[in-house]
Nanobody, 124 residues
Framework: QVQLAESGGGLVQAGGSLRLSCAAS????????MGWFRQAPGKEREFVAG????????HYADSVKGRFTISRDNVKNTVYLQMNSLKPEDTAVYYC?????????????????WGQGTQVTVSS
């Protein structure tokens, strides 16, 4: 079992930055694919970014490419999402997810473990 806990959300003005953290516990994340998703009111949960734990290779949704950066700290067992140049349309609850798999996964139902989410609100 993997437990995930997000933090770092908040209210920020358009153009600002936030860094989200996802602390993992329960087992080593070697072999896991880690993902960040977001869900705005009335919308489906959508993929934002992913990182393979061992290789560190990354994958981004087109809507955040060039603005968001996903990274991980092997010692702290933590995944980060650095969000720059934030826009009002980035407002959502952001979730961290994990799945033991090879390859990439960009749909929510492909991930087994989820955090509780953290709210990000970007004002115009």
């Amino acid at each position: 079992q993997v437990q995930l806990a997000e933090s770092g959300g908040g209210l920020v003005q358009a153009g600002g930055s936030l860094r989200l953290s996802c602390a993992a516990s329960g087992r080593t994340l070697s072999g896991y694919l880690m993902g960040w998703f977001r869900q705005a009111p009335g919308k489906e949960r959508e993929f934002v970014a992913g990182i393979r734990w061992i290789a560190g290779t990354t994958h981004y949704a087109d809507s955040v490419k060039g603005r968001f950066t996903i990274s991980r700290d092997n010692v702290k067992n933590t995944v980060y999402l650095q969000m720059n140049s934030l826009k009002p349309e980035d407002t959502a609850v952001y979730y961290c997810a994990a799945d033991l798999r090879t390859g990439w996964a960009t749909t929510a139902n492909q991930y087994d473990y989820w955090g509780q989410g953290t709210q990000v609100t970007v004002s115009s």
